[in-house]
Antibody
Framework: QLQLHESGPGLVKPSETLSLTCTVSGDSIRRSRYSRVWIRQPPGRGLEWMGSISFSGDTYYNPSLKSRATVSLDTSNNQFSLRLTSVTAADTAVYFC????????????WGQGTQVTVSS | SYVLTQPPSVSVAPGQTATLTCGGDNIGSRSVHWYQQKPGQAPVLVVYADTDRPSGIPERISGSNSGNTAILTINRVEAGDEADYFCQVWETTSDHRIFGGGTKLTVL
């Protein structure tokens, strides 16, 4: 059973960098062809795709993030990560890591989500 | 960029049929996916590729897609179906997952 678990700071100061890690169990990042995705949900609002990384390491990002986001794989620890620079209050949200099958668009597996608040 | 439009809310009595719509320009030419999200939980995929259900999703939940509207239909609605529902499409060249704004289904 594939499971995902997000970890990272719950509070980040404005202008700093947010770093989140998604630990994958029940699947090998090194061998799997799943696409790894980060999605966020601001309070009381809808879902926003932030970026993703393919099994081959190709990365894709939401243009709305204006190049602030970086997604990477850590195959040795079976994890993938998100870095978001220059955060503001608008980045306050629940952040989900997720996976989807290769060459298809749906998201099959989701982490439980982690709340991140941007505040001084 | 491509926009998906969902009504903010739909209300239905138990045992009735809920029809949730997702509008988009020629959405019938795209593959649409639907997610159910209950408060405080992660979304759950309930329909993918317009009409397919993952294992464990009951048959009374179904999807269709044609023209400018995709539809998620929930037959014999139960109290446990009360949730937010999001539609989603995929931009293949940019890997962009586009979500609709979501519909809150209330079971009266």
């Amino acid at each position: 059973q594939l499971q995902l678990h997000e970890s990272g700071p719950g509070l980040v100061k404005p202008s700093e960098t947010l770093s989140l890690t998604c630990t994958v169990s029940g699947d090998s990042i090194r061998r799997s062809r799943y696409s790894r995705v980060w999605i966020r949900q601001p309070p009381g609002r809808g879902l926003e795709w932030m970026g993703s990384i393919s099994f081959s390491g190709d990365t894709y990002y939401n243009p709305s993030l204006k190049s602030r986001a970086t997604v990477s794989l850590d195959t040795s620890n079976n994890q993938f990560s998100l870095r978001l620079t220059s955060v503001t209050a608008a980045d306050t949200a629940v952040y989900f890591c997720a996976t989807g099958p290769p060459l298809r668009g749906e998201i099959q597996h989701w982490g439980q989500g982690t709340q991140v608040t941007v505040s001084s | 960029s491509y926009v998906l439009t969902q009504p903010p809310s739909v209300s239905v009595a138990p045992g009735q049929t809920a029809t949730l719509t997702c509008g988009g320009d020629n959405i019938g030419s795209r593959s649409v996916h639907w997610y159910q999200q209950k408060p405080g939980q992660a979304p759950v995929l309930v329909v993918y590729a317009d009409t397919d259900r993952p294992s464990g999703i009951p048959e009374r939940i179904s999807g269709s897609n044609s023209g400018n509207t995709a539809i998620l239909t929930i037959n014999r609605v139960e109290a446990g179906d009360e949730a937010d529902y999001f539609c989603q499409v995929w931009e293949t060249t940019s890997d962009h997952r586009i979500f609709g704004g979501g519909t809150k289904l209330t079971v009266l």
